[in-house]
């Protein structure tokens, strides 16, 4: 089992429509948690972190669940420029501190 | 400011044939990463570095060595590269690991024929 895992996609969807997608992590250590986005042939960039009480930025919500060891993603009033690869990633305290990536949602958002 | 550079862009490798990656940084960040990037996988971590003259294993090391002699360089290289080290490698770094953002260079294609 992946230690972090994210449903590959594709979603496809309509502008302004909303999104979600969820990420599991299996170590219970796990301390911080991010949404990254990757565009194509690029590299990743923070897209948000995930604060326990969940946080907003925009149109982005960010969600964490430690009882069920989710995290989730909601964009709303999806635009074109949202299409990308959404990147889970989970720090763990293993010891040392180690960072997992999940290998990423895609998301196309069409006219 | 430039943030992460990575050199080179792109790289054709026979099998044997040897190279290195550099990676540099401005943002004088302590800790600085080598992940590499395969369809349908996340990022895997082959080496990071924690400070000036310090390097540790990852997830993936073996076929790679890494170098920090200066703060603001992390270079990797591979001895005798392989096929199955085709890939894309990304060059991240940060101020700490724990909570902080990581900041990643553009990325080296490489491809071993």
């Known amino acids: 089992r992946k230690e972090v895992e994210q449903d590959p996609g594709p979603f496809n969807v309509p502008e302004g429509a909303t999104v979600a997608f969820n990420c599991t992590y299996s170590?219970?250590?796990?301390?911080?948690f991010f949404w990254y986005r990757q565009d194509c042939r690029k590299e990743p960039k923070l897209l948000m972190s995930v604060y326990s009480s969940g946080n907003e930025d925009g149109r982005f919500t960010a969600q964490l669940n430690r009882a069920s060891q989710y995290i989730s993603l909601l964009i709303r009033d999806s635009k074109l420029s949202d299409s990308a690869t959404y990147l889970c990633?989970?720090?763990?305290?293993?010891?040392?501190?180690?960072?997992?990536f999940g290998a990423g949602t895609r998301l196309f958002v069409k006219a | 400011n430039a943030g992460v550079t990575q050199t080179p862009k792109f790289r054709v490798l026979k099998t044997g044939q040897s190279m290195t990656l550099l990676c540099a940084q401005d943002m004088n960040h302590e800790y600085m990463y080598w992940y590499r990037q395969d369809p349908g996988m996340g990022l895997r971590l082959i080496h990071y570095?924690?400070?000036?003259?310090?390097?540790a294993k990852g997830e993936v090391p073996d076929g790679y060595n890494v170098s920090r002699l200066k703060k603001q360089n992390f270079l990797l290289g591979l001895e005798s590269a392989a096929p199955s080290q085709t890939s894309v490698y990304f060059c991240?770094?940060?101020?700490?690991?724990?909570?902080?953002?990581?900041?990643f260079g553009p990325g080296t294609r490489l491809t071993v024929l």
């Open positions: 991240a770094s940060s101020y700490l690991q724990r909570y902080n953002e990581q900041f």
């Open positions: 990633v989970v720090i763990a305290n293993t010891g040392g501190f180690k960072t997992i």
């Open positions: 170590n219970s250590a796990s301390q911080s």
């Open positions: 570095s924690v400070g000036e003259g310090t390097t």
